[in-house]
T-cell receptor
Framework: AAGVIQSPRHLIKEKRETATLKCYPIPRHDTVYWYQQGPGQDPQFLISFYEKMQSDKGSIPDRFSAQQFSDYHSELNMSSLELGDSALYFC???????????FGQGTRLTVV | AQKITQTQPGMFVQEKEAVTLDCTYDTSDQSYGLFWYKQPSSGEMIFLIY??????QNATEGRYSLNFQKARKSANLVISASQLGDSAMYFCAMSRSMNRDDKIIFGKGTRLHILP
């Protein structure tokens, strides 16, 4: 079965650079969540989209923005990267009538 | 506000034994969902099991079962006949309602070590 696809899997950026993380939800899933997980930490909610509209916002820095496109894939844009942004970034998708939230394999971002 | 508490930072269990990972939650909502995820060292977040607050029966998925005690606000994960491959971090999580546009919040996790 198709799963949640995230790209890239690994990304190395320098401080003050920008990064774009992509998430392709399971087909026919219309809800996407983004999470940030620091080393040894639990995942922290960043932002979510339902039917291409932002549905909730968590502890997302102003330097970050995200959107969900007409094909339901989502992109997380991160600017002016800082060392503390180094983390594993997950997206998850949920579909209509489905109570299972499936996560992608994550993008490991390293800022140097 | 919602809160998930996992009181066992780490656990060591002999292979083939059953293991129970504790999870308590706090919410004032009547409608909510509870999840368990497994995160191996490779990093991916693997969905294991889901329990809705109105589900009367405990959820089961293969070797995984969720011991749901609503009055105590606990949702412990039980893994039967543990295997070496079960060694991983386990997160308990909840959503405020069973609507799919509500975010999921996570506990701090329990690191499970299965000993041969």
């Amino acid at each position: 079965a198709a799963g949640v696809i995230q790209s890239p899997r690994h990304l190395i950026k320098e401080k003050r650079e920008t990064a774009t993380l992509k998430c392709y939800p399971i087909p026919r899933h219309d809800t996407v969540y983004w999470y940030q997980q620091g080393p040894g930490q639990d995942p922290q909610f960043l932002i979510s989209f339902y039917e291409k509209m932002q549905s909730d916002k968590g502890s997302i820095p102003d330097r970050f923005s995200a959107q969900q496109f007409s094909d339901y894939h989502s992109e997380l844009n991160m600017s002016s990267l800082e060392l503390g942004d180094s983390a594993l970034y997950f997206c998850a998708s949920i579909g209509s009538g489905n109570t299972e939230a499936f996560f992608g394999q994550g993008t490991r971002l390293t800022v140097v | 506000a919602q809160k998930i508490t996992q009181t066992q930072p780490g656990m060591f269990v002999q292979e083939k034994e059953a293991v129970t990972l504790d999870c308590t939650y706090d919410t004032s909502d009547q409608s909510y969902g509870l999840f368990w995820y497994k995160q191996p060292s490779s990093g991916e977040m693997i969905f294991l099991i889901y329990q809705g607050s109105y589900d009367e029966q405990n959820a089961t998925e293969g070797r995984y079962s969720l011991n749901f005690q609503k009055a105590r606000k606990s949702a412990n994960l039980v893994i039967s006949a543990s295997q070496l491959g079960d060694s991983a971090m386990y997160f308990c999580a909840m959503s405020r309602s069973m609507n799919r546009d509500d975010k999921i919040i996570f506990g701090k996790g329990t690191r499970l070590h299965i000993l041969p």
